[in-house]
């Protein structure tokens, strides 16, 4: 009895010691990736703008509509990265070397097979571009910025794609933020003095092709010294991917309902202005989505993988239970800050672009409501994602493109570049509460009630801080001194009003979170 009793407090140790570890791991990779994020949000606001004042709307709406198109191109990449990290979980967390190279090296193959695949098709597709934006555009300038741009995602895929699999599959999602910290910084810098100096935008496109390079050396440096155990010899085990053609319908899914508004403005409008009207507000709130999902949900889903590879559901609940708690708090504090100083964002953004309206009241309104009801599926997609679920969501993940791909094309027809974004609504409405439900009671195996009412308080939140600053407080930003002035006080009031409504009603909660954080910067055991 005695050893039973001494062996159980061992395994007690161990657990509480593994959980310490996780947290730390997430930490790290939280931090990182918010600082990553901060310097994407920061670098694509001044990039697209010196493009937009420098080379006028045609090529802004062409650089945005070549990115969208490229993004279609990924589907040969598509579930790829998911099943691979999602395969990586177990090996990694039984620390068997052997069943771990297995893995890698049949994830290697299929992103070697991938980047010839995605450079046949960009090629292809630059030379069927030119007939879609008609002369407002040299053709020649279409095809080769094109085939540039495209140049960036075959090296990625070829050369670097393997080792950000494994490194984010063993939490070290923060030794990648680190790398693209780097990388952005080279990028932006060379990007800036070419674009000051008028150089033609295929030299300014060729910079982030040279700089993949460097990620490249930094990513396998990093490797080869910390995973020692690596051996390209070992048989890859292609049967471990298996998952993946059930998350290449959820990413097909998903590039369907995230692209197909700008694919539908170039096609069926075909108004190279129009998109770039467009691409100025999804530019503020995919940026803002990319924040939130980065550092909440890609910065904690191998924690919860790893959990639920041991099955140790209780830590699992737990920790999910602080992870919405925090990120709904969040997406409030950030939707009420853009709700309100968007418009003078952007008027202050295109203030140097001459007899197009950038300003679009309505339009903002949209794309404020979509980010949210996108915003608020986050921790649900995060627990789908760590115990990879693709097959038995895969269905529901079509039925929202389907949906998604309808209304919009029903409705641009009537009401234009609107139209696009009632298609996003009725989609994200569906699938937001179907994956909220779904989470809950299949993954968590407890009710939707606690996580609807927070959803509810969001939007609550948002709407009392918009009509507040629109009505009582009104504020005016004549310059971008004034616009970040009055956006911390924006975003300093809404903080106050989201900690102070959830306290009050989750006041244990809100300490579970102070203490968990405490101990993480206090190097303590959770």
């Known amino acids: 009895m005695n050893i039973i009793i001494a062996l159980l407090k061992v395994k007690e140790r161990y657990l509480l010691k593994m959980s310490s570890n996780r947290t730390k791991e997430s930490a790290k990779s939280f931090l990182f990736t918010i600082i990553l994020q901060l310097e ?79 450079s046949i098709l960009v090629v292809l ?70 674009i000051l100096y008028k150089v033609h935008i295929i030299f300014v496109q060729l910079v982030p092709v040279a700089t993949i390079i460097v990620s490249f050396v930094l990513f396998r440096r990093y490797v080869l010294k910390n995973y020692g155990y690596l051996d390209r010899k070992i048989a890859a085990n292609m049967k471990a ?24 403005l170039t096609v069926c409008i075909r108004d190279l202005v129009l998109v770039s009207i467009y691409s ?32 140790d559901y209780e830590s699992i609940k737990r920790n999910y239970k602080l992870y919405e708690y925090a990120f709904y708090m969040t997406v409030s504090v950030v939707y009420s800050v853009s709700s309100v100083m968007i418009l003078s964002f952007v008027d202050l953004y295109t203030i140097s672009v001459k007899g197009v309206q950038y300003v679009d009241e309505k339009l903002a309104v949209l794309f404020i409501i979509v980010g949210i009801a ?43 570049i609107y139209g696009v974004l009632f298609g996003a609504l009725a989609s994200f409405t569906y699938r937001t509460l179907d994956i909220i439900l779904y989470s809950n009671a299949r993954i968590l195996k407890q009710s939707s009630k606690v996580t609807l009412f927070r959803a509810l308080r969001v ?6 801080n918009l009509l507040f600053f629109k009505f009582v407080f009104n504020l005016q930003s004549s310059n971008w ?12 009031c809404s903080c106050c009003l989201t900690f102070a409504i959830n306290y009050i009603i989750e006041p244990k909660t809100a300490k579970d979170i102070f203490t968990m954080t405490k101990a993480v910067f206090l190097k303590r055991r959770v």
């Open 40 to 118: 994407k949000i920061i670098i694509g606001f001044i990039i697209p703008q010196l493009f937009l004042r420098t080379y006028g709307p045609e090529i802004h709406g062409l650089t945005s509509s070549i990115t969208n198109i490229l993004s279609y191109l990924t589907l040969v990449n598509a579930g790829l990265g998911t099943a691979s990290i999602q395969a990586l979980y177990a090996p990694l967390g039984r620390k068997d070397s052997h069943e771990t190279n297995a893995v890698l090296n049949a994830v290697s193959r299929f992103y070697r097979q991938t980047g010839i695949a995605y």
């Open 125 to 194: 597709m630059a030379f069927i571009l030119p007939s879609v934006v008609g002369n407002q555009v040299e053709s020649i300038t279409v095809i080769v910025l094109m085939i540039v741009m495209g140049s960036s995602g075959v090296l990625g895929y070829i050369l670097q794609a393997e080792y950000k699999v494994l490194l984010q599959a063993d939490q070290k999602l923060y030794v990648v933020s680190v790398v693209n910290v780097i990388i952005m910084a080279l990028n932006s810098i060379f990007q800036v003095v070419l």
């Open 241 to 264: 991917l298996s998952k993946r053609w059930s998350a290449f319908t959820h990413q097909i899914a998903g590039l369907v309902v995230n692209n197909i508004p700008i694919l539908l």
């Open 280 to 311: 100025v507000y999804q530019l503020v709130f995919r940026e803002l989505y990319l924040l939130m999902t980065s550092v909440f949900s890609q910065a904690t889903v191998a924690s919860f993988g790893q959990l639920g590879a041991v099955s």
């Open 374 to 416: 996108n915003n608020l599926r986050v921790p649900g997609v995060t627990m789908i994602n760590a115990y990879g679920l693709y097959k038995e969501t895969q269905w529901r993940a079509i039925l929202e493109a389907m949906i998604n791909f309808v209304v919009s094309v029903a409705m641009i027809q009537i009401i234009g």
């Open 459 to 464: 939007i609550v939140i948002v709407v009392i």
């Open 481 to 492: 001194m004034h616009w970040f002035v009055n956006a911390t006080i924006v975003g300093g």
